[in-house]
């Protein structure tokens, strides 16, 4: 990445969804791109958003490459004002989360529709 540095700002209010909230800045390592599905701990999911509008709804969620000061760098997932929801591809309950910090190597992004 060159020129001038992409910082992200994760500001999530208190919600159901993460109910702690955050605000939170990191420095990005390459630029932004929309998730939709990903492997942790070796199973699928979808991930979404989620945005205060109607009351919860599903928007974009984001990964980048962030610095990080203990890892070097992470992976940074990260949605709407009321954080982001992981559900299982199999099926299962979501679960929310403010944002997420992975190191790069135990998540594997994947294209929508696919659990390989």
Do not use: Q
């Amino acid at each position: 990445m060159s020129g001038e540095p992409i910082f992200i700002d994760v500001f999530v209010e208190p919600n159901d969804n993460a109910p702690d909230g955050c605000g939170l800045r990191f420095r990005a390592e390459a630029a932004p791109r929309v998730v939709r599905r990903l492997r942790l701990d070796g199973e699928a999911h979808d991930i979404v958003g989620w945005a205060s509008a109607g009351g919860g709804s599903a928007c974009a969620a984001m990964a980048v490459l962030v610095e990080d000061s203990s890892a070097g760098t992470a992976l940074l997932l990260y949605g709407g004002d009321w954080g982001i929801r992981l559900t299982p591809a199999g099926g299962g309950a979501p679960v929310g989360e403010s944002h997420l910090l992975l190191e790069p190597s135990a998540v594997e992004l994947l294209e929508p529709g696919s659990d390989e």
